[in-house]
């Protein structure tokens, strides 16, 4: 069984419509990536999936329950990183991670959860005097300190400098290699390369294409480009045959600066949302 | 499904929020100031002023214990709600297995616990600068007591309920200090309803804080003698429990058909 499994989700406000049927298949222990610009209906259709919104209309399965409809143990068996959250500010963050602790049947161990996410240090410190990426991270242990099976993640590095992202994926990767289902949203293409499974990209409330990092919109057998300096300059060609066309180069000898690419995710991300 | 049967019961979860309330509330220097500590300071500078005779003092105290525990719940309450809608607590709460009314207990522990150390604040300086005599009968004291219980929870009702007024806190300390301080003024508390204007005096008696201070007043007062100063010449104890009963279960309704967990429309 899928951990979410939506078909046909709509949702508009005062005649804008933000999610205009979107279709979407989780697995279980699958770490998904939702990409999409501002706007494209991202924190509406991961809402609707946490039970936070209701929808206009569509089908809707998350860890086989209707998120409209679920109660309290349907809840236990999810975790929610919340985006801009302030909260807890005069609990430290031993005081907060256990008292959330308190809400589920089986907690993971508090102490423990500060260790994963890298707290440990900061462990008697007030909630509020933690920097950004510290205080991202104490989010993150209360979403997954009741164990769950489902983890929602929207935006989480946002405003994080590189050291700190690079920690955070680690901790992402962690969760998920203990079989943990993680739906991500996020602006950053490296980010979903790094971490995600699968991506799908939304647009205008649609999802325009879903597939791996690696092969997303035919991205694996796109053209490469062949760039590499002559005396005339640089020098790019793109072809479907790259070592072919290296190959015959290179007869005349060294080539400097010799590049290969593809089309990156971000090149492929910003074709299709253009 | 094990877990349902493991999942922690309502009212004990309630009791947990309520000391996770109180160990924020008690940390933030605010709360201290101007929740817990003003209405003292206010008896010191206007008891000063007012009180010339110990009959006085005793009025006087009585109606300000009931203007701080309106402070502590009506503006205290609404405020933190606010509070916890602006800073995420209850968003993050909601996507919890803790059920909504593990949250509201949460929020009564809070506010009667706040409540009691503002009056007993309070009472300590009316007692020591003043020479105000604590309530004297065991019938006393219970009439105290259910009209400091009915009056929090009353306007704790209430104040959660202007509260989805408010779209920040800084919008909340508008919304719910005007009608707290236009009602001081109407509700006898700074000056004697008797002296009021018809009209004036019938707006005040439309609302919890008149009744509370006039029940508290019943208490502290020397003798039974003192109640031809209320407006309408008696303690009117019966009143008092009607009106209180009457907003609690208004507030009770506003705040299901208006409670929001979050700014954003759904």
Request: glycine share 10%; with cysteine; aromatic share 8%.
């Amino acid at each position: 069984m899928n951990a979410i499994r939506v078909r046909g989700l709509k949702k508009a406000y005062k005649g804008h419509q933000a999610v205009a049927g979107v279709d979407l298949d989780v697995a279980r222990g699958e770490v998904f990536a939702v990409l999409g610009p501002n706007g494209a209906g991202k924190t509406t259709t991961v809402e609707i999936l946490e039970g936070h919104r209701g929808r206009d209309a569509g089908e809707v399965s998350v860890l086989g329950d209707d998120p409209a409809r679920a109660g309290r143990v349907w809840r236990s068996r999810l975790g929610i990183v919340l985006q801009s959250a302030s909260d807890a500010a005069n609990l430290t963050v031993h005081e907060a991670v256990r008292h959330y602790a308190k809400y589920y049947a089986d907690p993971r161990d508090p102490d423990e959860v500060i260790e994963l996410v890298g707290l440990a240090e900061k462990a008697k410190s007030r909630a509020g005097t933690l920097s950004g990426g510290q205080r991202r991270r104490l989010d993150v242990a209360l979403g997954i300190i009741g164990r769950p099976e489902l983890v929602f993640l929207d935006e989480p590095t946002t405003g994080f400098d590189p050291e700190a992202r690079r920690h955070f994926w680690g901790l992402i990767k962690s969760l998920a290699a203990e079989g943990t289902t993680i739906l991500l949203t996020t602006h950053y293409l490296d980010e979903a390369e790094a971490l995600a499974d699968r991506v799908a990209v939304l647009a205008g409330g649609r999802i325009v294409a879903e597939g791996t990092p690696q092969t997303l919109n035919g991205r694996a057998h796109a053209d490469a480009t062949v760039r590499w300096l002559s005396d005339r300059g640089y020098q790019e060609v793109r072809t479907s045959e790259p070592t072919k066309v290296i190959a015959e180069l290179s007869r005349h000898g060294e080539l400097a600066e010799l590049t290969v690419t593809r089309p990156s995710l971000e090149d492929v991300y910003l074709e299709l949302i253009a | 499904m094990t877990a349902v049967a493991t999942l922690p019961g309502t009212f004990s979860l309630g009791l947990s929020r309520g000391a996770t309330e109180l160990r924020e509330f008690f940390r933030q220097k605010e709360n201290l100031i101007f929740t817990v500590s003003l209405p003292a300071i206010l008896m010191l500078l206007l008891g000063t002023v007012y009180v010339k005779e110990p009959a006085a003092g005793q009025m006087f105290a009585a109606s300000m214990i009931g203007a701080g525990i309106i402070s502590t719940s009506f503006v205290g309450l609404g405020m933190s709600v606010v509070a916890d809608r602006e800073d995420g607590t209850l968003k993050r709460l909601r996507g919890t297995p803790m059920p909504f009314t593990s949250y509201f207990i949460g929020k009564i522990v809070l506010v009667f616990v706040s409540s009691l150390v503002e009056a007993v604040l309070l009472m300590a300086v009316a007692m020591l600068r003043f020479d105000v005599e604590l309530p004297s009968t065991a019938q006393k004291w219970f009439t105290f007591g259910w009209v400091f219980v009915l009056g929090v929870i009353s306007c704790s009702l209430i104040g959660v309920a202007l509260s989805s007024i408010a779209k920040s806190t800084r919008n909340a300390a508008g919304v719910l200090n005007l009608p707290y301080i236009v009602l001081q003024f109407l509700s006898g508390v700074f000056i004697s309803q008797a002296v009021l204007p018809e009209s004036l005096r019938v707006t005040g008696s439309l609302f919890p804080l008149k009744w509370v201070c006039q029940g508290f007043r019943s208490v502290f007062a020397l003798d039974d003698g003192y109640a031809v100063m209320e407006a309408a010449g008696s303690w009117e104890l019966g009143k008092i429990a009607l009106v209180l009963g009457a907003w609690t279960i208004a507030g009770l309704l506003l705040v299901t058909r208006t409670f929001r967990w979050s700014n954003t429309t759904s």
